[in-house]
């Protein structure tokens, strides 16, 4: 049974600004399955984060039909269909980090036993048990960062959405960062929508690799990867791991031609 | 304290100055009397007249300093005569007023951040209400409120109130909009609703604003008490006895009314800084 968390058909999204129109996104068709793992690739300004933003409707396409869990998306963002998680980690400084991840929970009305079993569950998932107590400012770049993904993990929403939410970090965290991640996904079986411009770590995390170019902003090429669930740190020196990553290249070369 | 030493220096150098400018300021009076009466004056007798004369163009320093001290010390804080006495009656207009003025600017920033009506109509009228001398407006408050039988801690509290909502709410607007995109996305992505935003997001983000435009309103509110006072018929505050001193020539009187309300404002904008610096520390919002 294959079921479609995300639809995009022929969406458009065109920015009104002072200096004319920009087109964030044209043409753009998309089918995301139930526990996909979908990275955006491209270079930037090609429209990945205005992609992300749309489908949880924080920004409205100007044409074409956009569908979440069968809903149109902002139905979806009321019926708490995702998690997003940003670039940075942006927990308040004045709670602590169960604090922070508990605010969503406070925010759509959960029991006070319930938050707390949650928040327990959800910092365990992210590695940061008994971190609960202690405050932003006193836990690493890379700490602060799982902590809000566990925030966005607290409330069971089926989807997570993030966009280059490692781009901040230097690369020896972002590899163990991904590294749960993965293993994160598979504990979970959420679908999740990344944003990178990293190739190595959209083909390490991917079922599903989207390539993208820009001006107007489109996908040129989407790519299903053959690389098994199981997948090791070393899983990258493969001749498999290198011909996805060669064949990621091509597509964001080709998208360029096209300028 | 590697502050102290630069601090004494100016602190030294003011009064200097001071007895400079009161022996000059004096002089007039002094030759005049000596004139009229034949004497010839030394050197060191004309000075010493010119520091210490009833009713100074300028009191020497020693003499306000002794004027405070019997002002505070010398009476019974019940009296008429205490500084005490009229330290406490505008202090306590101050905050009254004080506390009126804040919440009115928190309540009208809360309502222009929220409501694009309010946005567009509060902001000129609050601002004309400021470029309108309070001088003007006193008297006014003082007389409507007389004229209705209230007298006494209240109309000064308006007029305190009049000077201090303003930066309070020209604060708080930019406080509670100082919440990043990010920040509000989020919320978005959770569906709240403007009131958890507000109490959960916006509110706590605004501190750093609110405590700054607290320690300009407090000092505001002292000015708009004292000027409060001044209208005739008021007998009791700092206000009042800076007005009967000039009435009366009482120069020393006028100077140690000044420095007490100096030392509250000075005591006031120190207390809201404690308060803000501990409040910011908890929060991890202090810089
Ligand atoms: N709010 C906005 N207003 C106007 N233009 C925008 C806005 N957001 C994004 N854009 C433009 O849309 C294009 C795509 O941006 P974005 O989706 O952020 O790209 P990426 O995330 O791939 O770097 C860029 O040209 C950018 O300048
Ligand atoms: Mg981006």
Redesign the pocket.
Known sequence: MTAYVITADQIDLTFQTADGPVHALKGVDLTINQGDFVSFIGP?GCG??TLLRAIAALEAPTAGRLSVNGMDPDAARRARAYGYVFQAPGLYPWRTIAGNVGLPLEIMGFAKADRAARIARVLDLVDLAGFGGKYPWQLSGGMQQRASIARALAFDADILLM??PFGALDEIVRDRLNEALLELWRKTGKTIGF?THSIPEAVYLSTKIVVMSPRPGRITKVIDSPLPTQRPLDIRDTPEFIALAHEVREGLREGHSYD | MRNTLPVLTVLLAVVAIWYVAAIGMNSTWVRDQAARSETVLGMGEFVRQTLSLDRPVLPAPHQVAAGLWDGVFGQKITSKRSLVWHGWITLSATLAGFAIGSLAGIGLAVGIVHDRAMNQSVMPWAVASQTVPILAIAPMVIVVFASAGITGLLPKAIIAAWLSFFPVLVGMVKGLRTADAMQLDLMRSWNASRSQVFWRLRLPSSMPYLFASLKVAVAAALVGTIVGELPAGASAGLGARLLSGSYYGQTVQIWAALFVAAALAAGLVFLIGWIERLALRRMGLAR
């Open positions: 930037s990945k984060t966009d280059e944003v």
